[in-house]
């Protein structure tokens, strides 16, 4: 059997996946019948698992449960097999988890492959709404990623990289972004995430959100803004001015001139070159329209008596 085909052949997916039942007696079956092959299928199955599933923690009791009512059926035809079965049933549990499965693994719940993709160019914003009525708003260079199945799933969950502002509809689903280094989960609410670096930001304005880094969970409220890398720090912030970028406006408020080269880079995809390193000491502070590019150069321009040229890769500041 060439194990690498499995990849892309259905019935094995099905099982992998916990789809259809018949595929799942098949393999488990196969299994038993070839026990040679036993530790390459499981480690290809935690594999695929860990590649495509977003799930949660692991429930293991639930798991062991599923897995212990297919052993009880194959121990009626075969009880010869029993030993093995369980063999078997606890080698693809220790698989799952050394894929890292710290997500559910339930066999009434389908794979939440997050196929559905809505990208943005650099200096694009772009608002959609998602299945389940929710809206967001996508800043430029990013990517917000979901399932085709949105609403049919146990959370609603996205993969946001680069930034996004979310207007969350309440249910009583929740709702989780996912991002490289942490997890958020509301309800209802309206906030801000931004993902780009290695230090994440999530910035409430309406509701409440709890995020998850690791072994650390905190919950915020309105006007609070989380910092995440590899830890969670919680100030209190003017997240409204956090969020302005989506009405097309930067807002500043005594803001480290470096945040600014930041915000060129980040959203419009630019180069920046600095001539004169001693402006990386300013702060700036004022709102600049982002709707027009060269309009955005004229304010900078005045307002911090500065020169930007431009380059076909981006612009010099000096």
């Not at 990849?7 to 996946?17: E, G, I, K, T």
């Not at 689903?173 to 997890?183: W, Y």
Request: proline share 3%; with cysteine.
């Amino acid at each position: 059997m060439d194990i690498e085909k499995l990849r892309n052949d259905p019935s094995f997916l099905n099982w992998a996946y916990n789809r259809e039942e018949r595929d799942c007696d098949f393999w488990e079956q196969y299994i038993l019948d070839h026990p040679e092959s036993a530790s390459q299928l499981l480690e290809l199955r935690g594999e695929l698992v860990n590649t495509y599933l977003a799930l949660e923690e692991v429930n293991l009791n639930f798991q062991w449960n599923q897995v212990d009512r297919r052993i009880d059926r194959f121990d009626r035809q075969q009880k010869r097999r029993r030993t093995f079965a369980y063999a078997m049933a606890i080698a693809a549990i220790l698989i799952l988890g050394i894929f890292g499965l710290n997500r559910y693994f339930l066999s009434d719940q389908y794979p939440n492959q997050l196929t559905e993709k809505i990208e943005t160019k650099p200096g694009e914003i772009k608002t959609f709404t998602l299945p389940d009525g929710s809206e967001v708003t996508l800043n430029g260079r990013s990517t917000l990623q979901y399932s085709p199945s949105f609403t049919d799933q146990p959370k609603r969950l996205v993969r946001l990289h680069g930034e996004a502002f979310f207007k969350v509809v309440k249910n009583q689903t929740r709702f989780v972004v996912q991002l490289p280094d942490a997890e958020i989960t509301v309800l209802g609410t309206k906030f801000n995430v931004e993902s780009r670096h290695p230090q994440s930001r999530v910035s409430l304005l309406e509701g409440s959100v709890d995020v998850r880094c690791g072994e650390q969970e905190v919950m915020l409220k309105p006007g609070q803004s989380a910092y995440i890398d590899e830890r969670i720090d919680v100030f209190n912030e003017d997240v409204a001015a956090i969020a302005s970028w989506k009405d097309g406006v930067w807002s500043f408020k005594n803001t480290p001139f470096a945040q600014l080269v930041n915000r060129l880079e980040d959203d419009f995809g630019l180069q920046v070159e600095l001539k004169d390193q001693s402006l990386l000491s300013r702060n700036i502070s004022g709102n600049l329209s982002t709707k027009d590019l060269h309009v955005l150069y004229q304010a900078l321009e005045s307002m911090l008596n500065i020169q930007i040229e431009e380059g076909t890769q981006g612009i010099v500041i000096q």
